[in-house]
């Protein structure tokens, strides 16, 4: 075989990218040789178990398919707002809109929520490390080779181009030959076990590894976001996993479960896709709940208002986001009974969260609110996200439904919910718990200034979407030099150009910060506003994060703590800790699970199967695996505690 | 975590050996075998079954007593259960329309009628 059958060959912005990506690639490895710090990526991040790090890492590979993601929507918008430029041709128009769908749900939300949790969960609850690191570990780079398999498809075997829901029969072998698909199946499932495994870690964590004394219902609102997300991940992953599983059979071994011949039912993968799917959704917004929750009552410095009721509506939302899968599928044609049923179940969910909205409102009521920027973020997401949950119960009504689907009525609906929502989340915890992670804070006159270009560029971009939906636009659609869109699509453009910039400069802002911000020096960063564990902690946190573990009765402990002029550190208390030690296996595994997938895509069953013996064996040692980890001695302890508390 | 014993598991290995004997049983049947579907169906449920009882007893934590928080392997088997039937029934409830196995009867017409429907849409 020679290479050009595999390479993508004869479109211009592609060898562009190869071209960029081979000198980013040499660059790297040219850096890593000349500041000979191969073993330091090696020793430090490689192999590393320490949930900090591992949440770093996530943290920055969700920046970068962020970038990759909003350089596709970039390059959808000029195409849109200039048709007859011929800027893009119809074939690399779906694979685009295909892998922004993709890389922004699976490969920058979720990592970039799952990365904060991993941080900070174990500091707000007094853990040490997540319940399984070696397995947390393992999650990550899952998680790495699954996007990084995705990530090649346009380069080498061309990129997936079915859309990001991948509806059978389109997706199928008859309809997608070649190895595209393929890209898709076989990435979303590798990085899919990290997930899973990563809702399980988390959900052992928090539910056995909590401070002494600290009930469920004392646990900060992030944690209990995130232990709600975690059911949700560990009962919805197993369906797309199974979908995921089916397709895979159906195109690579010649099955018939979503085809048109054979009694196939290509419904069936809508069905079932949306019984991850939307969970999903609830997956990547109810931590965002968690993240505004903190921010919030932070900075109006005040406890959380209807704390119980906060928790309580996660609970229900999660329960109900099981029920309401039909939704995105009324116009399938099940009848007018079914989407009755869904169409209720959907607006249900309405009410729940509502609650959530006039709780952070009489949070804020009466408060003093220091407008910083996390804040920004927060207090910008409840109008914005409200626009989103408005369209959202006009699309649920199955009725009007039969209009608003599939038109550009719908884009706007999700960009309103998951932008505001999800993203601002991102980048609000991002800024808000920076500097725990990195001993620094982001500097706010260029966290403003990315605030309100994207802001802006958000709703400049999206809120025309909504009546280019009303006036008929469908998604997914190449051609659209159709007077009367032209106007409302090149507004549109202009704001994704404006949320493009403020990315940009939130970008820079993370080298500033570096450079010229002033170093923390205590750990309660934000003028001591913080009212949590992780804040009780110094900064940067010690690797064993507790010295002494607080004994927790209520909610906001550390709040008291400051009153009573109390830290969590007791030197009289000092044990040896129990720490994991570090491990190459993780990495090994999963480069093997890796290969043994991009054998699978292009179906050459001996690397396949080469590279799940080797995953096989690895998975082998870990059985025989006795290594216990290590304790840190009293001594090291006490001076670690000195030096960072400047006793 | 701090005392591992390094014996080997024998229920472990004994339950991996049965997991593995029991796929390949169902793959056989449903490849290899001649009996007729019926009994490939059959069968490869009951070994479903057997499976599940393999994974529960051997591998999970079922045999577990009580603790504080209740029977916790049976508070999370519910939890499954309870999704398992929302799966099963929420896609015989949503996906079992305009379908018959007898092509050409009744299936057939309903699509007639419905193309039917449409063109009278068009009509307007």
Redesign the interface.
């Known amino acids: 075989m020679h290479i050009t059958d595999i390479l993508v060959t004869g479109e211009p912005i592609i060898y562009g990218a190869m071209v960029s990506m081979a000198l980013v690639g040499i660059a790297l490895l040219f850096l890593l040789t000349y500041f000979k710090k191969w073993g330091w990526l090696w020793r430090e991040w490689l192999t590393t178990v320490d949930h900090k790090k591992i949440g770093v890492m996530y943290i920055l590979s969700a920046l970068l398919m962020l970038f990759r993601g909003g350089v596709d929507a970039m390059m959808m918008r000029v195409q849109l707002a200039f048709p007859d430029l011929g800027f893009l041709n119809s074939q690399h128009y779906n694979e685009i809109f295909t892998t922004h769908g993709t890389i922004m749900i699976i490969f920058m939300a979720m990592p970039f929520l799952i990365g904060l949790m991993n941080i900070i969960v174990p500091l707000q609850i007094g853990a040490r490390d997540f319940a399984f690191p070696y397995l947390n570990a393992l999650s990550f780079w899952s998680f790495f080779f699954g996007m990084a398999l995705f990530n090649i498809s346009f380069v080498i075997g061309g990129s997936p181009e079915a859309g990001w829901t991948s509806y059978t029969p389109l997706s199928g072998a008859a309809m997608s030959p070649g190895p595209g698909q393929n890209f898709y199946l076989m990435g979303l499932q590798l990085s899919g076990i990290g997930t899973l495994a990563t809702g399980i870690n988390l959900m052992v964590t928090i539910l056995k590894m909590r401070a002494p004394g600290m009930k469920l219902f004392h646990m900060p609102i992030f944690t209990w976001s995130t232990l709600v997300t975690c059911f949700i991940i560990v009962f919805a992953f197993p369906i797309l996993t199974v979908a995921l599983a089916l397709l895979t059979i159906d195109r690579i071994f010649g099955a018939q479960f979503f085809t048109l011949t054979g009694e196939g039912l290509p419904m069936m993968w809508a069905n079932l896709f949306w019984m991850w799917g939307h969970p999903e959704v609830y997956i990547v917004i109810l931590p965002a709940f968690g993240i505004f929750s903190e921010i919030i009552a932070t900075f109006a410095k005040k406890r959380l208002f209807g704390y119980h009721a906060m928790v309580w509506s996660m609970i229900i939302i999660a329960l109900l986001s099981f029920l309401v899968w039909v939704h995105h599928f009324f116009t399938m044609g099940a009848g007018a009974f079914v989407n009755s049923v869904f169409s209720i179940s959907t607006m249900l969910i309405a009410v729940p969260t509502g609650v959530k909205i006039f709780n952070w409102l009489a949070t804020l009521y009466k408060s003093k609110i220091e407008f910083t920027v996390p804040m920004l973020w927060s207090l910008a997401f409840i109008p914005s996200f409200i626009l989103g949950g408005v369209t959202g119960v006009m699309l649920g009504m199955a009725a009007a439904d039969y209009q608003f689907h599939n038109s550009y009525f719908l884009i706007a609906h999700f960009h309103y919910v998951l932008i505001a929502g999800t993203v601002f989340a991102c980048f609000a915890g991002l800024v808000f718990w920076y500097p725990k992670m990195f001993g620094h804070k982001m500097n706010e006159r260029l966290g403003k200034w990315a605030f309100w270009l994207f802001f802006f560029g958000f709703h400049v971009c999206f809120f025309p979407q909504y009546f280019l939906g009303l006036d008929g636009m469908p998604r997914r659609l190449f051609i659209t030099n159709v007077v009367e869109w032209l106007p409302l699509n090149v507004i549109s453009t202009v704001g994704a150009f404006g949320m493009g910039l403020g990315f940009i400069v939130f970008v820079y802002n993370v080298y500033y910060s570096f450079r010229y911000s002033e170093r923390e020096t205590t750990g309660d960063s934000w003028n001591g506003n913080g009212r949590t564990l992780e804040w009780a902690t110094t900064t940067p946190v010690p690797y064993y994060n507790f010295a002494t573990v607080p004994y927790v009765d209520e909610i906001d402990p550390y709040v008291r703590m400051k009153e009573e002029g109390k830290t969590t550190y007791e030197e009289s208390k000092v044990k040896p800790i129990h720490m994991p030690s570090y491990t190459g296996q993780p990495f090994i595994m999963m480069a093997f699970l890796g290969l043994a997938s991009f054998g699978l895509v292009f179906e050459w069953m001996y690397v396949a199967v080469f590279g799940l013996l080797g995953g096989i064996i690895m998975m082998i040692r870990r059985s025989f695996d006795y290594d216990d980890g290590y304790y840190v001695p009293v001594d090291e302890i006490k001076r670690t505690e000195k030096k960072a508390r400047g006793l | ?2 005392h ?1 014993n ?1 014996r080997v598991p024998m229920n472990h290995v004994i339950g991996f050996i049965l997991s593995l004997a029991m796929t390949l049983v169902a793959a056989w049947a449903a490849i290899g075998s001649d009996l007729p579907v019926r009994w490939v169906i059959i069968g490869i449920m009951i070994l479903a079954l057997l499976q599940a009882g393999v994974q529960l007893f051997m591998f999970m934590h079922v045999t577990e007593a009580e603790s504080g928080n209740g029977h916790v392997p049976w508070n999370m088997m519910f ?2 259960f309870a ?1 398992a039937g ?2 099963v029934a ?2 015989l ?3 079992s ?2 379908f018959d ?1 007898n092509h050409g009867g009744d299936g057939g017409e309903q699509q007639h009628e ?1 193309q039917h429907e449409q063109q009278d849409h068009s009509g307007h």
Do not use: Y
């Open positions: 975590m701090a591992s390094k939890h499954g999704l929302i799966i929420g896609s409830f949503t996906m329309f305009g196995h419905q």
